[in-house]
């Protein structure tokens, strides 16, 4: 019985791990990897990925569909909460003045926190009501494409 969930996680972490990179985010798997992302200069959207229902009901259809925009960050990124904890952590260290969640969006500029989309804006909400709040802060910070 064991070995059939651990099967079914592996494949649930694989599908949600393809969705996010075929929504045209590169995965940050170790904290180095982190680092030099956030390093760059520009915007950056950060996902904090991770298997629970609202990830993959709202949170991913949200990232799939928010950055089919006239403006967008210069750079989209994801780390899997649960998954690549040493990524998560270090990409956490950079959302300062924000608790820990996921799944979550951060959007960055030169590595400095801008705003957040925390779970609580997620868990329960429409995917366009997530769309809507990012594309908000896009509009706030980002540049036309």
Not at 69 to 76: A, G, N, V, W
Not at 83 to 101: G, H, L, N, V, W
Request: aromatic fraction near 8%; hydrophobic fraction near 40%; charged fraction near 25%.
């Amino acid at each position: 019985m064991n070995m059939d969930f651990n099967l079914f996680m592996n494949d649930v972490v694989r599908q949600a791990r393809q969705e996010i990179v075929a929504a045209g985010y590169t995965e940050l798997k170790t904290s180095d990897d982190v680092d030099a992302a956030l390093s760059k200069s520009g915007t950056t959207l950060v996902m904090v990925n991770s298997v629970c229902g609202c990830a993959g009901g709202i949170a991913r259809p949200a990232a799939m569909y928010s950055v089919h925009y006239d403006k967008k960050p210069d750079q989209l990124v994801t780390v899997f909460a649960g998954q690549d904890k040493e990524a998560t952590a270090t990409a956490r260290s950079y959302f300062t003045d924000y608790p820990p969640s996921s799944p979550s969006f951060a959007l960055l500029k030169d590595g400095k926190i801008l705003t957040m989309v925390e779970r609580h804006e997620i868990e329960g909400h429409e995917p366009m009501a997530v769309v809507q709040k990012l594309q908000e802060a896009f509009d706030k910070y980002c540049e036309e494409v």
